[in-house]
């Protein structure tokens, strides 16, 4: 603790005043693994220097937010005298503006088992999106590391959505791979990775991308050795070597059941780091970069992971190593996957008729139509492959950032699925033509009973063609209110997908904040006067007596809603009930109200009519 000279203590703040100016950082999925272990040494100087102040800015997706508090207040509690601001937010618009930095790690995550290309189309509007926001909000000198999966081909999608940044501005990160590669030479060796330099990963980071130690250099006991000299193991370093790179991160998955998050926060620092500060003499490092230009015969217009040094912040290939037939057919074949995934990329960009922002607000609410291309079956394969991949990947990067009590989630209630909600309407669903989406007018019972994992939509016309009906009926739930509009319940996609239309209003809830809604039974408790919404939460009615929940049981006329609907005219009055048990063919009429303050009655009968008086029962 500082004191003045006359005794009186000095106020310490968070922040320390420094000559040079804060940069402004941005980190993506900010509030998952990945980052929470990146932050703290970003936020204390071992990234962009020790002398150099920095603005933190964090983005996630808003279901995000709540945890992403956590991980401010963290960093906050560090007090780290170079952090002078922290800037959590879900807006593009504040969290691209003036960036000096951009580390883009926030994407649909990788899961055991799910196809690459899978993965690919979910990433390109997000990268798309990101793209252009460092367009419209960066400063064009902003360095660009972008570590979301598939890597290669996120940046070159983000890079070629920021036309007036310089392609030489972004850059992939495989240095994580290249962490690993030393790894393995240093333990063959016996040795600690600081003795072994100048590996080099090739192409993709992927299982194709090529560890390549033809060029690297082992200290041992002081004496620098070429490393297939140092490890005299020709074979290894050709076969199981390789196949360990390529396949370390599957295995840490299967092993963990998570993602690499500690290696690849430490790969990203070293990334950060050497374009900051560049590399030693002598030394390269891989990173994936713009493939034009090059000197190794790797096709153009890739981001294809290349031995760099760096100086002022620039790259620079490594020209003139020489490249052996093996290494030449490793190099082509990451080449290949490259090429095809930025082809594909490029297919699925061209489907795209709306430019989508992280905040996913679809600006307009025309859709073009899309057709259900090689018949139902294949539509219907096509659904369920998306909606199972997507539901599980989204379920991961939740349970990732959270424990306890707070892992027991519902898969409808990750804002990821507006991706996949999007790419239905647009690439493959029935042609829409939305007037909005909102919740039932006040006056509505249904404002009592809503649920907005399961949102209604409100269209004003369908496409009619059989295909579209089939697709209709599979994937959504139809009801007509009394004025005629369709009304549709888009259950698995949309929960969270309504905050993707403008004048929407929808709100996560957890399901503990609302009664359970499975039968009619429950529905005719929550319709009644015992409950009232308050602050998105249905709570008891204070003019209850007692707290407890009346037993309410309809019988067999009330199991399909509309039966249950035909036989209340209106909702009773059930503030004092304690019990009730219905069977036959019973009708309810208005201003009933029910007082069974004992334990059970049992009504029965042949259309039973109780209409405009009140029932009083007392046993």
């Not at 990234?47 to 603005?55: S, Y």
């Not at 990268?127 to 570590?147: C, I, P, R």
């Not at 095809?340 to 490029?346: I, P």
């Amino acid at each position: 603790m500082e004191w003045t000279k006359d005794g009186q203590q000095r106020r310490q703040t968070l922040y320390r005043e420094r000559d040079s100016e804060p940069i402004r950082v941005l980190v993506t999925g900010a509030a998952g693994q990945i980052a929470y272990s990146l932050l703290f040494s970003i936020a204390k100087g071992d990234v962009f220097g020790k002398d150099q102040p920095v603005i933190l800015l964090l983005l996630d997706i808003t279901p995000m937010l709540p945890v992403l508090e956590g991980v401010v207040m963290e960093l906050q509690d560090c007090a780290l005298p170079l952090l002078r601001e922290i800037v959590p937010t879900d807006k593009e618009e504040v969290a691209f503006k003036d960036l000096d930095a951009a580390i883009l790690v926030g994407s649909m995550p990788r899961r055991e088992g799910m196809e690459r290309k899978d993965l690919l189309k979910a990433n390109v509007a997000i990268f798309k999106s990101q793209g252009s926001a460092l367009e419209k909000y960066a400063k064009k000198t902003v360095k660009v590391l972008v570590v979301g999966n598939p890597a290669n081909t996120n940046c070159l999608i983000a890079a070629k959505s920021a036309p007036s940044i310089p392609k030489e501005n972004f850059s992939c990160l495989t240095r994580l791979d290249h962490n690993r590669a030393r790894s393995q030479v240093a333990m063959r060796c016996g040795i600690t990775a600081t003795n072994v330099k100048n590996v080099i990963i090739w192409g993709n980071h992927s299982s194709t991308q090529y560890p390549d130690v033809h060029h690297c250099l082992v200290n041992m006991s002081g004496s620098e050795l070429a490393c297939f000299e140092a490890i005299k193991d020709d074979a290894w370093l050709k076969g199981d070597f390789i196949a360990t790179v390529q396949q370390r991160g599957a295995a840490v998955i299967k092993a963990r059941k998570l993602s690499s998050a500690m290696s690849a926060a430490k790969a990203i620092c070293d990334h950060m780091r050497d374009i900051w500060s560049g590399t030693p003499e002598g030394e390269f490092i891989s990173m994936g970069v713009y493939s034009s230009g090059n000197s190794y015969g790797v096709p153009e217009d890739l981001i294809y992971s290349f031995p760099v040094q760096i100086k002022g912040k620039s790259w620079k290939i490594v020209e003139g190593l020489t490249i052996n037939e093996f290494s030449r057919s490793k190099m082509e074949a990451t080449a290949a996957e490259l090429i095809e995934e930025r082809d594909t990329a490029v297919s699925f960009l061209g489907d795209q008729a709306i430019d989508f922002s992280s905040a996913s607000i679809i600006q307009s609410h025309s859709l073009n139509k899309g057709a259900a291309n090689g018949g139902m079956a294949q539509f219907q394969e096509m659904m369920r492959q998306q909606l199972e991949s997507s539901m599980n990947a989204e379920l991961e990067k939740l349970l990732d950032s959270t424990e306890g009590s707070d892992r027991e989630v519902s898969r409808k209630d990750f804002e990821g699925f507006r991706n996949l909600f999007q790419r239905f309407l647009q690439v493959k669903g029935p042609s829409i033509e939305w007037i909005k989406i909102q919740r039932p007018p006040e006056e509505s019972h249904l404002n009592k009973t809503y649920n907005t994992n399961v949102p209604l939509v409100l269209m004003n016309s369908f496409n009619t063609d059989e295909d579209t009906k089939k697709i209709l009926q599979k994937y959504t739930h139809h009801r007509t209110l009394d004025g005629g509009q369709n009304v549709v319940q888009l259950e698995t996609a949309v929960g969270a997908a309504i905050k993707c239309f403008d004048n929407a209003l929808g709100i996560n809830v957890p399901r503990s904040r609302f009664l359970p809604v499975k039968t009619t039974s429950d529905l005719l408790l929550v319709m009644s006067n015992l409950y009232s919404l308050d602050a998105g939460s249905l709570t008891m009615s204070p003019r209850r007596e007692f707290p407890t929940t009346p037993h309410v049981k309809l019988g067999s006329s009330f199991t399909k809603v509309q039966e249950y609907v035909n036989r209340f005219e209106s909702i009773p009055d059930m503030l004092e009930l304690d019990h009730l048990t219905v069977s036959g063919d019973v009708t309810l009429g208005k201003n009933v109200s029910l007082k069974f303050v004992s334990s059970s009655v049992l009504l029965r009968g042949l259309s039973v009519l109780f209409n405009h008086y009140f029932i009083f029962l007392e046993l």
